[in-house]
């Protein structure tokens, strides 16, 4: 099923009508966790354990998410089956039964860490399919960086997770993005080649060939005025923060990147955006295109110089 550009709908293209919220009484204490597990039956662990995490039960009228968060006599649980905000923000580019593609919001992690592990758009996502099969699962194909907006794709079976993951070099044709950036390239376009190294502190800067992945980087000049460019960028390799450092290297970092070098932040974000992932599937051997527009921001910043 194709939804293009759509924001994340429940499922079913008429509208979603959730079952009605659950209300429960405490006659002992327990933990919040093993509460909910006591009192709804009909549901398997995980899902209990999605709709704590995902702020769909109150206690007292408060939205708790700890599992042990404690449940005192008498206190009024409820339960609803609401979408959390986070994921009603989500646009859905692509899905059929193998694959999912969504443009992720900058400020989401693709997956878990150790400081975060609910609010990822592997979570979120995952949340998603299960609203039509318990059982469905979500399977990582590639990320994004954290700030990094943009074109995402996930596997929903491990099939093709390993089909895509096995070949991935191979089988993408294409990874577009759109980027602003401090100050304009000296050349309007240009391809960056070199060995990608990281320091201690994390920062990836080109170094050694025998130390470092190599990495190469096709920018073209869109538009530019005001101290900013709009560039878009095209990778044929997919190195960690690859992009924001040939660009720092260039001498044009990317806006809002302090990390790398960046003095300004016109957009209040990372402006860097994944804009198009081209792919060809393995099983039918279609080439197949998924693209999310920059936002509406990166334009606007050069309608207003």
Request: proline share 6%; glycine share 6%; hydrophobic share 35%.
């Amino acid at each position: 099923m194709k939804r293009n550009g759509k924001f994340l709908p429940p499922r079913g293209e008429k509208g979603y009508r959730p079952p009605p919220a659950r209300e429960f009484t405490a006659d002992s204490p327990s933990p919040l966790l093993s509460f909910l597990l006591e009192n709804i039956r009909d549901k398997s662990r995980n899902t209990v354990k999605n709709l704590l995490t995902a702020g769909c039960v109150t206690v007292n009228g408060k939205t708790q998410t700890r599992h042990d968060h404690p449940v005192l006599t008498g206190d009024v649980v409820r339960v609803g089956t609401q979408e959390p905000p986070k994921l009603r923000q989500i646009p859905v580019l692509y899905e059929d039964e193998y694959l999912l593609a969504i443009s992720k919001p900058a400020g989401l992690l693709s997956v878990a860490t150790d400081a975060e592990r609910y609010n990822t758009a592997y979570r979120l996502m995952t949340e998603y399919v299960r609203r039509a099969d318990e059982s469905a699962r979500l399977f990582v194909v590639h990320r994004l960086d954290r700030d990094t907006s943009g074109v995402l794709l996930f596997a929903k079976t491990e099939a093709m997770k390993r089909a895509l993951q096995d070949d991935w070099n191979r089988l993408v044709i294409n990874r577009e993005y759109t980027a602003v950036v401090e100050g304009c390239p000296a050349e309007k376009s240009g391809i960056i080649r070199s060995y990608l190294n990281e320091s201690k502190t994390h920062r990836v800067y080109s170094g050694r060939a025998d130390s470092g992945q190599f990495a190469v980087t096709r920018y073209a000049v869109l538009k530019s005025g005001g101290g900013y460019s709009l560039l878009q960028v095209n990778i044929e390799t997919g190195r960690k923060n690859q992009i924001r450092a040939h660009l720092s290297e260039l001498g044009c970092p990317v806006a809002g990147d302090k990390k790398y070098g960046a003095g300004t932040n016109p957009l209040k974000r990372l402006a860097l955006h994944a804009s198009a992932l081209e792919i060809r599937n393995p099983f039918t051997k279609r080439n197949m295109t998924f693209s999310s527009p920059a936002p509406q921001d990166f334009q606007r910043l050069f309608r207003r110089r």
